[in-house]
């Protein structure tokens, strides 16, 4: 493992991929036709601008609050992330982490300037290992504590466990997912969850550059809530400095 802490979004990013990734889901403005949802999601990354110094835009259509501008910092100690929005009253974001691959803290904000305020407060710790990655953190501005734990014993199967406690409402959630890889090209997962919550995907790897997710979410406690949904991917390195990828996500929702 690297002496490098990360970013502040890679503090606890292996059970929260598990446990939420592949999953088809939107944002909260999308394109809707009859029972289905769609969007389109596009990344751009150029490394090694300088040392530690990368760069990355990412578009969302049609949620442009979600489209933003963010340079990324990298040090042997630290990780900074600084961006913008693309839209007329941008969200500014900032975020820092300080330790090692080991073990680092960090915190996230995002300042709201339509509003004049602050919009996110988080701030969270981990601790990473060959063997296990445990995070926790703070977040809906402290409204929100959670643990997770994420583990991968066997090299095609991983586990992950989430709990989090809201302060408000005094509930506590637990979510608990596996994943395992059938092939090269071939991964099945699953999660359930005290809220009722149940999930599955299958991800396939059609080409080098091409992944094809097909998911399914329902919630026991309220069967109306049922979801099928499919995403396809296209992602392209050019010589490790220019990374490229374009996302859309598809859902079928049965609410009505």
């Given at each position: 493992?690297?002496?490098?802490?990360?970013?502040?979004?890679?503090?606890?990013?292996?059970?929260?991929?598990?446990?939420?990734?592949?999953?088809?889901?939107?944002?909260?403005?999308?394109?809707?036709?009859?029972?289905?949802?769609?969007?389109?999601?596009?990344?751009?990354?150029?490394?090694?601008?300088?040392?530690?110094?990368?760069?990355?835009?990412?578009?969302?259509?049609?949620?442009?609050?979600?489209?933003?501008?963010?340079?990324?910092?990298?040090?042997?100690?630290?990780?900074?992330?600084?961006?913008?929005?693309?839209?007329?009253?941008?969200?500014?974001?900032?975020?820092?982490?300080?330790?090692?691959?080991?073990?680092?803290?960090?915190?996230?904000?995002?300042?709201?300037?339509?509003?004049?305020?602050?919009?996110?407060?988080?701030?969270?710790?981990?601790?990473?290992?060959?063997?296990?990655?445990?995070?926790?953190?703070?977040?809906?501005?402290?409204?929100?504590?959670?643990?997770?734990?994420?583990?991968?014993?066997?090299?095609?199967?991983?586990?992950?466990?989430?709990?989090?406690?809201?302060?408000?409402?005094?509930?506590?959630?637990?979510?608990?997912?596996?994943?395992?890889?059938?092939?090269?090209?071939?991964?099945?997962?699953?999660?359930?969850?005290?809220?009722?919550?149940i999930g599955a995907a299958v991800?396939?790897?059609?080409?080098?550059?091409?992944?094809?997710?097909?998911?399914?979410?329902?919630?026991?406690?309220?069967?109306?809530?049922?979801?099928?949904?499919?995403?396809?991917?296209?992602?392209?390195?050019?010589?490790?400095?220019?990374?490229?990828?374009?996302?859309?996500?598809?859902?079928?929702?049965?609410?009505?």
């Open positions: 493992m690297g002496r490098k802490p990360g970013l502040y979004s890679d503090i606890g990013i292996s059970a929260r991929g598990l446990l939420y990734g592949d999953y088809v889901h939107q944002p909260p403005i999308h394109y809707r036709f009859g029972y289905f949802d769609w969007s389109l999601h596009l990344l751009c990354e150029i490394n090694k601008i300088v040392r530690g110094l990368t760069t990355v835009f990412r578009v969302v259509i049609p949620y442009q609050r979600s489209s933003r501008v963010e340079l990324q910092y990298l040090h042997d100690y630290a990780g900074i992330t600084m961006g913008v929005s693309m839209t007329k009253n941008p969200l500014v974001n900032f975020s820092c982490v300080l330790g090692t691959s080991l073990c680092n803290i960090g915190t996230a904000m995002s300042f709201d300037t339509l509003v004049g305020q602050l919009s996110k407060w988080d701030a969270g710790l981990s601790f990473n290992t060959a063997f296990l990655n445990a995070a926790v953190t703070l977040t809906e501005k402290g409204d929100a504590l959670s643990a997770s734990c994420y583990s991968n014993p066997l090299k095609r199967t991983a586990f992950a466990t989430e709990l989090t406690h809201r302060f408000k409402q005094n509930q506590t959630a637990m979510k608990l997912g596996g994943q395992h890889s059938l092939s090269d090209t071939t991964m099945v997962k699953a999660r359930v969850g005290t809220d009722g919550d991800q396939l790897e059609c080409f080098s550059a091409f992944l094809l997710t097909i998911a399914g979410e329902i919630n026991v406690k309220t069967i109306r809530t049922a979801k099928i949904g499919m995403s396809c991917s296209f992602s392209y390195d050019i010589r490790h400095h220019v990374f490229s990828s374009i996302g859309i996500p598809l859902n079928i929702d049965f609410q009505h």
